[in-house]
């Protein structure tokens, strides 16, 4: 009878230990599901990218902490409750009260597990979508920083065409000056030929303006050397400007 007494003292003392650490597990659980919570709605008050990837480095790290802390206190409170479903299938002192109990800490497992399981769920939902925009954002601004690399290039490249082209247009100027410029001088020899065929011809008729006609052909000859220094200067100088 002592015996029987004493080992009733003991169940129900087993009882309620496993009853007390059921308890204080689901307090803890409690706890850390409001800290689960609050993270995940930090994640989705996050409304730019930057905020986003601010909050990677910081709460992508804590996120990890709290999901295996939650993870093992689901594991250790599944521990509990099998303990405390072993003492009542024994029979020893299983009374309704205690079937009732075990049904509500099994019913509080089962909230916190499903509870876990959503915010988790939303926060890598979250959590991909953002890091899939960051990886878009990314290669947007490497376009947008290899586009405007390519048009600097292609200012530099339009410059330089138009400095080529103004050259060319200098050069073609000089080219047409000197053209022109050959024109007069073989226009002058012809006239000046012809001059110096009539005055050729009058010198021998008169031989008193033969002096006459050899100053004239000095001075033409002195005319035409500065002339034609003018124009080699004026050539030398326009296609110094041009190149």
């Known amino acids: 009878m002592k015996m029987a007494v004493k080992t009733q003292g003991d169940a129900a003392a087993k ?7 059921a308890s204080r ?11 689960f919570s609050k993270l995940g709605a930090s994640y989705s008050q996050h409304e730019s990218l930057s905020s986003v990837q601010d909050t990677e480095t910081g709460s992508g790290h804590v996120f990890d902490t709290m999901s295996l802390e939650i993870e093992q206190l689901l594991a250790k409170l599944g521990e ?30 089962r909230n916190y597990s499903q ?15 953002e890091d899939l ?21 292609t200012d530099l490249y339009l410059k330089e ?38 005055m050729s011809t009058l010198t021998n ?10 100053r004239i052909g000095v001075k033409k000859r002195k005319d ?6 003018v124009i080699a200067v004026c050539i030398i100088v326009l296609l110094l400007f041009a190149f």
């Open 224 to 229: 035409a050397m500065i002339l034609g220094g």
């Open 115 to 129: 509870e876990f399981a959503k915010t988790k769920t939303n926060i890598k939902q979250f959590r991909d979508r």
């Open 205 to 214: 008729r008169f031989p008193v303006i033969n002096s006459f006609v050899q």
């Open 133 to 153: 925009l960051g990886s878009v954002q990314r290669d947007i601004s490497a376009y947008k920083a290899s586009a405007g690399g390519l048009n600097r290039r």
């Open 161 to 198: 065409n138009e400095h080529i082209r103004n050259s060319d247009r200098l050069a073609d100027e000089a080219i047409s000056v000197a053209m022109a410029t050959k024109e007069n001088l073989t226009s002058q020899r012809g006239v000046f030929g012809g001059i110096n065929t009539r």
């Open 15 to 21: 009882w309620d230990e496993l009853r007390k650490e």
């Open 80 to 109: 509990v409750n099998d303990s405390m479903q072993s003492h009542v299938d024994s029979g020893v002192e299983a009374t309704p009260t205690m079937v009732h109990m075990l049904q509500r800490h099994h019913d509080i497992l």
């Open 25 to 35: 597990v689901e307090n803890d659980l409690y706890l850390k599901l409001v800290s």
